[in-house]
């Protein structure tokens, strides 16, 4: 959606000198009947981003890219350790299964079924919190960048700045440039402060 609403505002503001100029000049003729020549319309300047690269090269995708690694390092510790208890289990149950009775097998395997089932659950949810804390490291991320360059845009005359992968097509009365550069030294400078 956001896709498609950026696309719909770049043929707009394309189109709206266009538009501005035709207007102008549709009904006026010049002295000998011929048509007024058109004004030179002012190119509409848009910048577009390498997001990914903003991501990957700024202090503060370090910092989230850091903080992610972190976290799933540690659930990694801690899903190995609560794997190798149930391996033990397993392996002591295995070793006492021949001497214990038919009840009692039933018993050991349901009580071990119950641990395996506890140890997927925990992985579950141990990837869920995962996935919830990298999700809010990259809405804060891109809320950060998307500040960057409204101020960015601003400062230098820009009508719109998009995502790089997102730009599918330019009119020629387009001025577009790669902003990337300014907006990760203004994001960097941001979080020094």
Known sequence: MKTKCSILLIMLLCAAPLWATAAE?????????????????????????????????????????????????????????????????????????????????????????????????FVMDAEKELQNIQEGLSKALFEAIEQAAAEYGKANGLALVVVKRELLYLASGVDSRDV??????????????
């Open 25 to 121: 000049t549709a009904p006026a003729d010049g002295p000998k009947g011929q048509p007024a020549p058109l004004a030179a319309a002012q190119p509409v300047r848009i910048g577009y981003v390498d997001i990914n690269r903003i991501a990957g090269e700024s202090a503060l995708g370090k910092s989230s890219q850091a903080q992610a690694k972190e976290r799933q390092g540690k659930f990694q510790a801690r899903i190995e350790t609560k794997r190798k208890q149930l391996d033990k289990q397993k392996a002591a149950l295995e070793a006492k299964f021949a001497t214990l009775t038919p009840p009692q097998r039933e018993a050991k395997a349901k009580e071990f079924q119950k641990k395996v089932e506890e140890f997927q659950k």
């Open 180 to 193: 990337t550069e300014g907006i990760l030294a203004l994001l960097n400078e941001k979080v020094k402060k």
